[in-house]
């Protein structure tokens, strides 16, 4: 199990940037994959952006060219840089975390970060 704690969500005007951290409390050189989630009200939680060990990324349509994962292994955090963030952004995002263990793929979460984005 990897513990997950994310910050930097907030409230932000159509158009601006915000950066979400997801700090891991193990080196993220061990995990296969993380992704940041959402799920906006009423809706199916989806993938917004994911990246490998490797580094390999991932982008939902709706956000390419937007948004930007990243990791620091030094640091055992991955970010989500958004820019030009639109109305329809607005959702609660979750960290996620996948290991394989040597039989199947396991998932962690952290607890979410509201990003609101005002029109």
């Known amino acids: 199990q990897v513990q997950l704690v994310e910050s930097g969500g907030g409230l932000v005007q159509a158009g601006g940037s915000l950066r979400l951290s997801c700090a891991a409390s193990r080196s993220i050189t061990s995990i296969n994959a993380m992704g940041w989630y959402r799920q906006a009200p009423g809706k199916q939680r989806e993938l917004a952006a994911a990246i490998t060990s490797g580094g390999s990324t991932n982008y939902a349509d709706s956000v390419k060219g937007r948004f930007t994962i990243s990791m620091d292994n030094a640091k055992n955090t991955v970010y989500l840089q958004m820019n030009s963030l639109k109305a329809e952004d607005t959702a609660v995002y979750y960290c996620?975390?996948?290991?394989?263990?040597?039989?199947?793929?396991?998932?962690?979460w952290g607890q979410g970060t509201q990003v609101t984005v005002s029109s």
């Open positions: 996620n975390a996948r290991v394989y263990d040597g039989s199947r793929y396991k998932d962690s």
